[in-house]
């Protein structure tokens, strides 16, 4: 049996519930679109709250948010995806190790996801973006919860090449089918992972 990832309104939200964050799952080959904001149905590990202006690193808080977050978009957690998503991580936040301050960084938001993401549950401010003053803040969420899920909502719902590559479980480093997608969320920062 094969159940649809991101099935729109509240049989969707049922069937995430039902599921739970991590349970194993069958992965459609495609995502089906997500037509509106989920609230936060997945609990992230203990020692997971990054503060604002701080990078999430490489270590043991770092998998954790690649598990989290791969898990949330019901994508497989192979090597290759966590390893996809330290190295994103590590774009956003200027190669700094684990608790370093770093400028723009969004609270509880490794990917730092901004206000042109659309309306997400759980914000509460915003950071200065690194990309300078013409782009907007990253947003700060209340917690982790909220920034899994709206993370994961934005990838499968507006990066259709970078969340397929994440579902096909072969990452993202030196995968240039991702490299325009990935310009556009660094807006122009970066165009692909090492």
Known sequence: MTISRW???ALGLAVLILAGCGAAAITP?????????HPPVCTPAPGMQLAARTSVGTGATATAWAATLLKAMDDPVTAA????MLAWFSAEDDRKP?????????EDNPLNLTADSGDNVGVVGTEPSGAGPSH???????SPD???AATAEV?????PVISQALLNGKGLIRDSTVSGELAEWSGGGYSSLS
């Open 29 to 37: 080959p495609s995502r089906a679109p997500v037509t509106s904001a």
């Open 98 to 106: 684990a608790g370093q301050d770093t400028y723009g960084a969004g």
């Open 155 to 159: 990838i499968v719902t507006k990066y």
């Open 81 to 84: 995806d966590v390893s996809s």
């Open 146 to 148: 909220y920034g899994v």
């Open 7 to 9: 099935v729109p309104g």
């Open 136 to 142: 907007p803040g990253n947003l700060d969420f209340s």
